[in-house]
């Protein structure tokens, strides 16, 4: 594996410095005075104001549910309720946003104080999708303070606002612009919830915007102008706080449960919030389930539209995991590679979807129409390739910190090394992270929305295209499949020659 | 006198069993080799652990169902005894009252322990700028204050030379008298502290 470290590295630099030099060479060709125009500051200023908005709420309801989950009583609850919250890593953003309009929508079972279909809505969506991701981060957070500070403060008789005070606080704000900045770079960079629920053309973000240069006007200048603000901001973030991104998660040491410091009115009030949650939960699940149960199912599902979707989009998931989980291995050969982990992690909210896409179709998609599917598979495997990365990386380091002395002394050969020692140990962590990023793929929507949707849809695709015309139960049909075969693509992945794993 | 009458653990797939006597105002040494239970026996007697069967009695009050912060104890830990983000003042003060708000006399009373543990030029210090033996003065410092009549020390002298143990616990013999502090202390450092000891228990 370690030769093909130089080749996927060249490979990559080949993509990304020639989609960059080629969008360069477009817009020198504009004036770019023609390309920074009223409708692109609109369009920047309501990316940031959005994304703003979004992760602010997003973080305060994040640290009040995280809080809830560590300090409430029903263990068993907080264990599923933490375990579902997990759900929209994996879930579809279109399956998401189908479940919030079918509760919150025109004819929802919840009426809101504004339109889903409205710049309060996108918001909205933004903080349901990414309050998961806040509780996820700042439960780190929790679990890195000491047992023993935990202790002293049941010892010494600590109230509830003294142990926030003295404990929880100063380490929450110490990790919060950890939280804040890949919540914002993610709502900036949002794609589908602004595509499906923005009003008017000038209320998106700039990948929505990049989406609608390239469908309808063809401009090159103006979607080179568009990509290269969307990088430069990303890049500015990243410039900014290169030390903010990764979370130092080293351990789990909290003891909650053996010494619960908060008093009884106030886990009484964070039961109530766990419980909420669960309800939340429920009723998303029940929406969803109505909705197909009411659409004419068979219609849907025995159409030859549905079954050539499901097929792509397996064909495109599975084809995107083995590239990326195999790129990911490669790369971690690389030991410069291995230094630079932490910002290719970020790499896929500073470079969304369709700014990859649009970057790589200018620089050779517009050459080769016939092939798209391969340029979307290219796509998805590229924007899971540091999920990958992350995932097989800490097992690998694990691998050689146990056997690096004897492989050594045995003197195995590169292959054998990878061949005996390296594949067997690395078993597991290899299916996940090939089942992970199938997940990705299967949900994508930006990639293949780009290149090729309405005569290859897949079904994130042709799901997109019944919401289009306004119908919300074929969507759910859809919706529901992706579910299912996300759940039992999951599933199939990780039972995957179990014994070997084992061994 | 606090007595651990037939008090018993099973939590980590092997039995722990304690039965010992230490009298009011005695200092006992508890040692033996790591992973016996000597700090589970603290935990225990502190309330972090329940014990599955027998009791633990302080002055024939039969402490097994009382709240950890109202039990008579103040207990010293291996580490993390300090907050990283509270000066050496604060994380002392927490031993007089977790409101951080000292009125003179306490201010005093602190200054007073701090200069008997040598750790007075520390006091607008953070513990990151500490060495390992300064913390644990500071933690001492902190137990001390307390004024608690059954002192649990879990290896209180971790990181500290022969000069500052010694003077360590010359401090914790001048609060033993003035107070007759019941003081359980788990520690390796044997020879050390063996001639300071009423009674020595190796698990």
């Known amino acids: ?503 | 006198m606090l007595k651990i009458d037939q008090v018993g653990f099973h939590g980590y797939g092997y039995p722990l069993h304690y039965n010992f006597e230490a009298p009011s105002g005695s200092l006992t040494l508890i040692s033996g080799p790591s992973g016996q239970g000597k700090t589970t026996l603290l935990s225990m007697i502190a309330g972090f652990i329940n014990p599955q069967g027998g009791r633990i009695i302080f002055n024939n009050q039969v402490l097994n169902n009382i709240a950890i912060n109202k039990r008579p104890i103040s207990m010293l830990f291996q580490d993390h005894n300090l907050f990283p983000h509270l000066s050496v003042y604060y994380n002392a003060a927490l031993g007089l009252t977790s409101s951080l708000k000292l009125t003179p006399l306490e201010k005093e009373t602190l200054e007073h322990m701090a200069s008997e543990l040598g750790i007075l030029q520390l006091l607008d210090k953070y513990p990151e700028e500490l060495s390992g033996g300064q913390r644990q003065r500071v933690a001492l410092a902190r137990v001390l204050l307390r004024k608690r009549p059954l002192l649990l020390l879990d290896e209180p002298f971790v990181g500290l030379d022969q000069f500052h143990i010694r003077k360590a616990l010359e401090t914790i013999e001048k609060q033993r008298e003035k107070y007759n502090l019941t003081i359980l202390l788990v520690s390796h450092q044997y020879e050390l502290i063996e001639k300071y000891a009423d009674q020595i228990i190796v698990i």
Request: with cysteine; charged share 10%; net charge neutral.
């Open chain 1, 1 to 503: 594996m370690r030769s093909l470290s130089y080749p996927i590295i060249l490979f990559l630099l080949i993509l990304i410095l020639g989609s960059l030099g080629s969008l360069f060479i477009v817009s020198y060709a504009k004036p770019w005075q023609t390309i920074f125009d009223d409708y692109l500051y609109d369009v920047l200023s309501f990316s940031l104001k959005q994304a703003f908005i979004s992760s602010f709420l997003s973080l305060i309801i994040g640290l009040l549910m995280t809080r809830s989950h560590i300090h409430a009583t029903n263990s068993s609850l907080k264990k599923f309720v933490g375990k579902a919250l997990g759900l929209p890593f994996i879930l579809p953003t279109m399956v998401m946003i189908q479940i919030l309009l079918h509760l919150f929508g025109h004819n929802g079972w919840f009426k809101l104080p504004f339109s889903m279909y409205s710049e309060s809505g996108i918001i909205f969506t933004h903080i349901i999708l990414n309050v998961p991701f806040v509780v996820f981060l700042m439960r780190q957070v929790w679990e890195e303070i000491p047992q023993e500070h935990w202790r002293t403060a049941k010892h010494l008789g600590f109230s509830s606002w003294q142990f926030w005070k003295i404990i929880e606080w100063p380490m929450v704000r110490s990790y919060l612009l950890h939280a804040f900045v890949p919540v914002f770079l993610l709502c900036f960079t949002s794609f589908t919830p602004v595509l499906i629920l923005s009003p008017t053309p000038t209320q998106v973000t700039l990948e929505v915007a990049i989406y609608q240069s390239f469908m309808f006007e063809l401009d090159f200048g103006n979607i080179v102008g568009l990509v290269l603000l969307q990088l430069f901001v990303g890049l500015l973030i990243l410039f900014l706080f290169p030390n903010l991104l990764p979370f130092k998660h080293e351990k789990t040491s909290y003891m909650v449960k053996s010494v619960e410091i908060v008093s009884r009115a106030e886990r009484f009030f964070h039961d109530s919030i766990i419980y909420f949650t669960l309800f939340v939960l429920l009723m998303m699940g029940l929406a969803l389930l109505e909705t197909t149960l009411d659409a004419n199912m068979f219609e849907v599902y025995f159409s030859s539209e549905f079954f050539m979707s499901l097929i792509r989009s397996t064909l495109i998931a599975c084809l995107a995991g083995v590239i990326s989980t195999v790129a990911a291995v490669g790369l971690l050969k690389c030991p410069f590679i291995q230094t630079m982990q932490s910002y290719i992690s970020i790499l896929p909210v500073v470079i969304p979807t369709v700014t990859l896409g649009a970057g790589l179709y200018i620089f050779i998609g517009r050459h080769f129409p016939d092939l798209s599917l391969l340029f979307v598979i290219l796509i998805n495997a590229l924007v899971g390739l540091p999920f990958a990365l992350r995932l097989l990386q800490g097992r690998l380091h694990a691998v050689h910190r146990k056997y690096h002395q004897r492989i050594l002394e045995i003197r195995l050969t590169p292959e054998q090394q990878w061949k005996f020692v390296e594949k067997p140990l690395l078993y597991p962590s290899l299916k996940l992270s090939f089942a992970l990023v199938t997940a990705i793929s299967f949900g994508d929507l930006g990639a293949i929305i780009l290149f090729s949707s309405h005569e290859n849809p897949t079904l994130t695709a042709l799901m997109y295209q019944y919401i289009e015309s306004l119908d919300m139960q074929g969507s759910a049909c859809i919706a529901f499949a992706l579910l299912v075969c996300i759940s039992a693509l999951f599933i199939f992945i990780q039972n995957m020659g179990g014994t070997r794993a084992k061994n």
